[in-house]
């Protein structure tokens, strides 16, 4: 059986067309798909929510461990923002949306966005 090497898609072939002389031509069409736009969801710093609510909250809504979720709240103290995680469109604004629904019903002002990566 022929193999293909992964994460090279085959070129697709158009239906083979028949010529006056009964010669048979394929047409080999380079088609190539973009990989979908990637969206990174950022905190930002403020100078209320709790330190231990933003560790909670990158925990349970980003899937990070206690010392990543650490570490990643004291660099956006730090630095003011710090990214999260990277996801599909429609993931990235499903976890903004999350955290700013965590964030009001705790009362607190932390503040998530979601921009395209690159
Ligand atoms: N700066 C906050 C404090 O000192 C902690 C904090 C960290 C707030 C990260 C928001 O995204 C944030 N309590």
Do not use: W
Not at 13 to 41: A, F, H, I, N
Request: net charge negative; with cysteine; aromatic share 6%.
């Amino acid at each position: 059986m022929a193999t293909q090497k992964p994460g090279k898609p085959p070129e697709p072939v158009t239906p083979p067309s028949v010529g006056s002389d009964d010669s048979v031509v394929l047409e080999r069409r380079t088609q190539r798909v973009k990989p979908p736009q990637m969206y990174q969801v950022v905190l930002l710093n403020d100078d209320f929510t709790p330190m231990e609510f933003v560790v909670l909250v990158i925990q349970e809504f980003f899937g990070k461990d206690r010392e990543t979720a650490t570490q990643i709240m004291l660099k956006i103290h730090l630095e003011g923002k710090g990214v999260c995680g990277i996801y599909s469109r429609d993931i990235a604004i499903t976890k903004v949306d999350q955290v700013q629904q965590a964030a009001r019903s705790a009362g607190h002002p932390l503040q998530c966005l979601s921009e395209p990566v690159e």
